[in-house]
Nanobody, 115 residues
């Protein structure tokens, strides 16, 4: 069992940057594969970026070169550094912790890219 809480969302202008954080509680945070998903209004929830327990990362094509996922197991935290933001990045961003057949989700944090 792990609880995850996202933070760092907000309003940013196109071309700007934002860093999201996901802090996990509970034991053995390091064994979880972590990921960020996002869901825009009227659309499905899609994978943005993932980082496995061993540090392997993967990204959606739409964010490659602009977003960077990282983790600090000592702080039980996963980060999503977002740069060169576009209007189409506007969504609620969710943190996911995955282990075996278990998935734990946060409540989400809103990111709005608008001038």
């Amino acid at each position: 069992q792990v609880d995850v809480v996202e933070s760092g969302g907000g309003l940013v202008q196109p071309g700007g940057s934002l860093r999201l954080s996901c802090e996990g509680s509970g034991r053995d945070f390091s064994i979880f594969d972590m990921a960020w998903y996002r869901q825009a209004p009227g659309k499905q929830r899609d994978l943005v970026a993932g980082i496995d327990h061993d540090g392997t990362t993967n990204y959606a094509d739409s964010v490659k070169g602009r977003f960077t996922i990282s983790r600090d197991n000592d702080k039980n935290t996963v980060y999503l550094q977002m740069s060169s933001l576009k209007a189409e990045d506007t969504a609620v961003y969710y943190c996911n912790a995955h282990f075996l057949s278990y998935d734990f989700w946060g409540q989400g944090t809103q990111v709005t890219v608008s001038s």
